[in-house]
């Protein structure tokens, strides 16, 4: 039977409640699996405090239990260089000693010196936190062999966010045959529960650059990273730990001058602020915050017939990220352009994760308003690893209101089978110039069957989205499209075969409009490989019909020192039709490190197109990003982009350090589109 699409409400009810209870129907029937092996460890508790220096000289050490027996990723075997840890805690910190054996220590790679930045060409190795063991969410901890740190968190979504960021400190020395790292966490930087005898989740991951080797001390080829296969970490006595509420708050003060053609100053100031309620629950406050020391976004010069996504850079947004994240965006904090006060909470409390913000400031999607907006993302967990979300939002502004309700769930009927689905529906008035400027009640549903065993990805879905569902804060690319889309991808590594690994995957999609004539009709394939020589071949090809467009695109790439980010170099081609217009694509990218402190991405693509009538068009884009590690306290980071219509947007940072807790950032902003703004922006915090 054939649902109609002119239907939506009803259809959408039906298609929800079908796909929600039929998963679960299943769950009565299923033979409960054997569970498997939990690796596990244990802490001590010392009333001792360690001296960072990367030796594990002090007594507490010598106490301490080890663990080791990390499993190589490749060949899913015991590592041949193999990492040894231990754990230790007070009242207020956690401790982390790891020892990262090595036989040939001259080949040990070091170069980052830059905090939270990813070490794409160096050893590393990370630490994976679960404190309240929902099996859903993680802090992770990473450390170079220099000492130098970065850290992010997860949450049920299963997306990392490498926005998140706390204070913590480390130390790492290199010895005769290994690597030693010493961490100190404060209790207070993670949501735990002061209580005895407590069970946590906990992983460690190790990368060896020059074997390209990734290993885990506690391994599944399927997820190896996901908290649901962390093992245990026991003898947990946190019943007087001490509760610090963290307080941390900035005022600063900023100037910014523009000079085009006229000069015109604007002085700011404005406060941040974060503090926690309880250990588990933690909440950030803002007044008038001002992101100018924020890097530009990437340009591109793509042909696209859909909005483009914009990853959030500003750090008031990135606190509980990790937890508002859909498998259809229904918040996309972008929208969010100028604020002038905002509250978050966020946190997990008794079986539930959360987090609230409330904003005050102008919005922006399909044309711009200013007014009040509320969001509120609840995750309830089921079972053992199942969860359930929840979503509201509201957001009553001087042109208009938007009010979006949704659910959503992530279900393992077993350890391979995992169900997930997501509804939602919207009522909004928009009274600017867009295309939903009634009200208009707006719904989307979507339903997905998963199989993931390694070395297999596969999934088929069906999506529903009202032609109206377009919410005010939300990103949806796509609209009026109701169908099926299905998704196989095998991948695999090896430590003995010509190759290091390989990756081919199949997607297709078709979708009908809400008159039920054909809308979207898509299919891709893709393939890569790596060789043991480091060289890396892709291929893809595409045959796509978005009406009225029949589009496809072939292309081709090839990477020499692929596993070796800093000496890799990759060249794409592409052939193919967008639209009316025909072309070929040649792209470059190089990235290297002409000494230790700058490292340096570059990037250029050039498009020849042939246009109806006989008009041909070079579009072209060249892209240069460097991050300047001057001093410990001081940096330069510089983006510039040009593209052949004479559209260039040149952003450099310069951030210093003066004092301790004490920040000067001055930035200089030139962008030309088609005409030309400079800008000149200057910026002083402090953190008390």
Known sequence: MMIKPDTWPGNLILIGLFFLLFPLSLLSGTETEEPPVVREMYAIKTEDEIILDGKLDEEFWKRAPVTTGFIDQRSHQLAKSQTLVRIAYTRTHLYVAVECLEDEPDKIRATERREDRAFVSDDWIEVHFDPLHTRRNKYAFYVNPLGTKADGNEGPSGMFNYGWTT????????????????????????????????????????????????????????????????????????????????????????????????????????????????????????????FGQVEADDDTIELRDTERFLPEKRLFFREGEE??????????????????????????????????????????????????????????????????????????????????????????????????????????????????????????????????????DVWLSMVAISP???????????????GPNFYAAYHVDSEKARWKRIWMSYETQYFLNDSSDL???????????????????????????HAPWHNNRTSMGISFFTSDFWKSISLTGAKGKFEEIKYTEI???????????????????????????????????????????????????SSIQHRNDNVHNISIIYGWQFRKNTWWYLVFNSVRNPETYNSIFTKITYTF
């Open 167 to 290: 204070q913590w400190d480390a130390a790492a020395s290199i010895g005769k045959d290994r690597w030693t790292v010493e961490m100190k966490i404060p209790l207070s930087a993670i949501n735990f529960i002061r209580r005895n005898n407590q069970v946590w989740g906990v992983n460690f991951t190790r990368c060896q650059r020059h074997t390209d080797t990734i290993s885990f001390w506690s391994f599944n080829p399927t997820d190896p990273y996901k908290p649901r296969n962390f093992g245990y970490l026991k003898g947990m006595d946190l019943a007087d730990a001490k509760f610090d509420r963290n307080w941390e708050t900035t005022p600063y003060v900023s100037s910014r001058i523009d000079f085009n053609g006229q000069t015109k100053s604007e002085f700011k100031a404005g406060l941040d602020t974060t503090f926690r309620l309880t250990p588990s629950i933690i909440s950030s406050w803002t007044l008038y915050p001002d």
């Open 323 to 456: 937890l508002i994240r859909m498998p259809n965006r229904l918040y996309y904090s972008r929208r969010f352009t100028d604020i002038y006060a905002g509250g978050k909470v966020s946190g997990q409390w008794d079986g539930f994760s959360f987090t609230a913000m409330d904003i005050v400031g102008k919005v922006t999607h399909d044309g711009t308003s200013e007014g009040n907006s509320t969001v509120m993302r609840v995750i309830q967990n089921v079972r053992e690893k199942d969860n359930i979300g929840y979503y509201v939002s509201d957001s009553e502004l001087k042109d208009g209101h938007s009010r979006v309700v949704g659910i959503d769930g992530y279900f393992f009927v077993t350890d391979v089978w995992r169900y997930e689905f997501q509804l939602a529906g919207a009522i909004e008035e928009r009274n600017w110039d867009t295309d939903l400027s009634d009200n208009k009640n707006a719904y989307l549903g979507s339903s997905r069957i998963i199989y993931s065993k390694y070395p297999f």
């Open 468 to 482: 109206d569902f377009n919410p005010l804060l939300g990103y949806i690319p796509r609209r009026n499209i109701y």
């Open 519 to 545: 809308s979207i009709n898509d299919h891709r394939v893709f393939g890569n490989i790596v060789f043991q020589n480091d060289i890396g071949l892709s291929a893809m090809h595409s045959q796509d019909y």
């Open 587 to 637: 792209g470059l990218e190089k990235n290297f490190k002409p000494f230790e402190r700058l490292p340096i991405r570059y990037e250029f693509n050039i498009r020849f197109e042939d246009k109806p009538d006989n008009q041909t068009d070079t579009p072209w884009l060249n892209r240069i990003v460097f991050d300047l590690y001057l001093a410990k306290d001081m940096w330069i980071k």
